[in-house]
C-alpha cells in the first residue's frame, strides 16, 4: 500500500488529464470503423467493466511497446523494503511511473538516484489497481559514461570518504621477503609473468598460489576469500593479486567493495597488479601497493633483495679495500723505515718481512680483481674466493702479523719520532726525501711526525 | 637469521668498513675488523641466498582442507 501511495502519487491527476483527452481526440479523428470490419461488425458499442477496460488497455499496451527505449531524468526514487524501486522519469515536458523490479534492481552495478539522466528499455504496462500506465524497467545505463565507470567512481569515492585509501594505512614492504602469497588465476598470464621475473632475477622466493577465478561473477568473491585465506595460513610476507590485461568488465572483481574490503583487512601488506598501467581499480587504491602490471609486482618483490645484494657487495669490497689501504700504509712506513738510517743493522731481517708484506698485498690485488664482475657472480665471489682464501691466509699469517707488529715496534721509527724527529716525503713520489736536490720549490711533502702527519710546501 | 639480525649484521659491517676507511687503526686492529668483517658478509650472503626458491599452490584436498601441492606453470589442474 504504501509503495503505491507515492507510486500514484502526485503524478495521476496530471496524467489523467492529458491522457484522457488525447485518447478522444484519436478516436474522433481515426478513420470510420468500418475498416475494422471483423472486430467490431455490430455498429452499436459494447459496454465494457472496468476491470475489462484496463486489462484491453493494458494488452494493448504490453503488445504495442514491449520493448522500447526511453531516455530521461531519475526523479523521486523510492527503494522499497522488497527489493524493487520505483521511480519516475522526467524530461522538460513529460513524465512516466516507472518500477525496477528487484531482479534488475539488485544487479544494477551503479546506483541510480535522483537527476542521473538515464536510458532504460522496457516495456510498458498498467498497474490494473490504480489503472496507472507504468514502465517496466528491464535494463537501464546511465548516460554518458557506461553503468562500470559510473559505480567505479561512486565506489571509490565512498571507500575514499571511509578512508580505505589513507595514505597512512599503508604497510611497508617487507625488505627481504622470502615468501610470497599470489591471488590469481593458475592458468592466467599474470602468474606466469611474475614466475617468469623472479627467475629472471635467479631469486629465491617461494611462492604460493591461491587459486581463483579473476572474471565473471563469482571471482570477487573468491578474490576476496583468497585474500582471508592466505592471512589465516600465514607465514607470508606480501601478497600480490592480480591479473593480466583485460577490458574494464574483465577487470571488473578488481573493481568490487568486497576484495576491496578484504584488502582493508589483510595485516600481511598487499601489492594490486592488475592489468596494464594504464589500468586503474579500486584494488589498487586500496591496496598497500599498486603494481603497473603483474611483473612489476614481482620485480618490487625482488628489487629489495637485490638492493641489498648491492649494497653487501659493495660493503664486501670496500671492506678488501680498507684492509688493503691498512697494509699498504704500514708497508710503505715499513719501507721507510728500512731506508732509514740508523736501522741499517735491521735491513736484512726487514726486507724478509717486507717481502712478505708485499707478497700478501701482490694476493689482495689479485683477489679484488675478480671482483670486477657481474652482479650475482660478484657475490659468488665473494662467498667462495675471499672470505675463504682470504681470511684463512689472513687467520694463518696473523700470528706473524703480530709478531712482526710488536718486533716493528722495537724498530719502530716512533721510538725516534717520539723524540722530535720528523719523516719528510715526496707527496708525489712516496720517496724519503733525504736530499734537497729531491724535490723542487713549491712541492708538496708529508711530514711524518710522532702523533701523525701533514702536508707542507717546499719554499 | 631473521631479518632484524640481518639489518644489525649489515649495520655493523658498514661500521667496520668506515673504520678500516678511515685508516687510524694499527695493524692488529684492523686484521681483527677485517676478520669479522668478513665473517659478517659471509653470513649475510647466505641469508641472502638461503631459501630454496619453492612455488606452490594452495588447493583443498577431500577432506575440505587446505594443502600445499607443488605448482609447475604449463598443464596445470584449473579452478
Known amino acids: 500500500m504504501k509503495q503505491q501511495s507515492f507510486l500514484f502519487g502526485e503524478e495521476e491527476p496530471e496524467q489523467k488529464v492529458s491522457e484522457a483527452p488525447k485518447a478522444a481526440d484519436i478516436r474522433d479523428t481515426l478513420p470510420p470503423i468500418e475498416d475494422e470490419k471483423e472486430d467490431t461488425s455490430p455498429p452499436e458499442p459494447r459496454v465494457l467493466s472496468v476491470f475489462e477496460a484496463v486489462t484491453q488497455i493494458k494488452r494493448s499496451l504490453e503488445r504495442q511497446f514491449n520493448e522500447i527505449w526511453i531516455q530521461g531524468e531519475i526523479s523521486n526514487l523510492r527503494a522499497a523494503p522488497s527489493g524493487h524501486a520505483y521511480l519516475t522519469l522526467k524530461d522538460s515536458s513529460a513524465q512516466i511511473s516507472a518500477v525496477c523490479f528487484r531482479p534488475v534492481y539488485g544487479r544494477l552495478k551503479f546506483d541510480p538516484s535522483d537527476g542521473l539522466e538515464v536510458i532504460a528499455r522496457g516495456k510498458i504496462s498498467v498497474y490494473a489497481n490504480r489503472g496507472q500506465m507504468q514502465f517496466i524497467i528491464e535494463r537501464i545505463e546511465p548516460v554518458g559514461h557506461g553503468a562500470l565507470q559510473l559505480a567505479f567512481e561512486q565506489l571509490k569515492e565512498k571507500l575514499n570518504k571511509e578512508g580505505l585509501f589513507d595514505p597512512s594505512l599503508k604497510k611497508p614492504l617487507p625488505q627481504l621477503p622470502s615468501r610470497v602469497g599470489v591471488v590469481t588465476s593458475p592458468t592466467g598470464a599474470a602468474i606466469q609473468d611474475i614466475l617468469r621475473v623472479l627467475k629472471r632475477r635467479n631469486d629465491r622466493i617461494d611462492i604460493l598460489i591461491y587459486p581463483t577465478r579473476v572474471q565473471g561473477e563469482t571471482a570477487a568473491r573468491e578474490i576476496a576469500r583468497g585474500i582471508k585465506e592466505l592471512n589465516r595460513h600465514g607465514g607470508l610476507d606480501v601478497i600480490i593479486i592480480g591479473r593480466g590485461g583485460g577490458s574494464l568488465e574483465d577487470l571488473w572483481p578488481f573493481n568490487e567493495e568486497i576484495v576491496a574490503r578484504a584488502i582493508h583487512a589483510s595485516v600481511i601488506p598487499v601489492i594490486s597488479a592488475v592489468g596494464h598501467e594504464i589500468d586503474f581499480t579500486i584494488s589498487d587504491f586500496t591496496a598497500d601497493l599498486r603494481a603497473p602490471t603483474p611483473s612489476a609486482a614481482a620485480e618490487m618483490v625482488a628489487g629489495a633483495r637485490t638492493e641489498l645484494v648491492g649494497k653487501l657487495e659493495q660493503l664486501a669490497s670496500r671492506l678488501i679495500r680498507g684492509v688493503k689501504f691498512m697494509i699498504q700504509c704500514k708497508n710503505d712506513l715499513y719501507k721507510t723505515l728500512v731506508s732509514s738510517r740508523g736501522f741499517l743493522d735491521a735491513e736484512s731481517r726487514l726486507n724478509l718481512m717486507t717481502q712478505r708484506l708485499d707478497e700478501l698485498v701482490l694476493r689482495m690485488n689479485a683477489t679484488s680483481l675478480q671482483m670486477v664482475t657481474p652482479l650475482q657472480s660478484e657475490l659468488k665471489q665473494l662467498e667462495k674466493s675471499l672470505p675463504s682464501a682470504l681470511e684463512h691466509y689472513m687467520v694463518r699469517v696473523s700470528a706473524d702479523w703480530k709478531n712482526l707488529d710488536s718486533k716493528l715496534n722495537a724498530f719502530s721509527p716512533h721510538s725516534v719520532l717520539e723524540r722530535g724527529y720528523a719523516i719528510v716525503s715526496s707527496k708525489t713520489s712516496n720517496e724519503v726525501i733525504r736530499d734537497p736536490s729531491q724535490v723542487d720549490k713549491g712541492d708538496l711533502v708529508t711530514v711524518n711526525v710522532a702523533k701523525g702527519s701533514f702536508a707542507a710546501r717546499r719554499e | ?79
Request: with cysteine; proline share 3%; net charge negative.
Open chain 2, 1 to 79: 637469521m631473521e631479518f632484524k639480525d640481518f639489518e644489525k649484521s649489515l649495520q655493523r659491517l658498514e661500521e667496520i668498513v668506515a673504520k678500516l676507511e678511515e685508516g687510524e687503526l694499527t695493524l692488529e686492529e684492523s686484521l681483527k675488523l677485517f676478520e669479522e668483517g668478513t665473517k659478517l658478509s659471509k653470513a649475510c650472503g647466505k641469508q641472502l641466498n638461503q631459501a630454496q626458491r619453492k612455488v606452490e599452490m594452495l588447493v583443498k584436498n577431500e577432506n575440505g582442507e587446505q594443502e600445499e601441492v607443488p605448482f609447475s606453470v604449463n598443464g596445470e589442474p584449473g579452478e
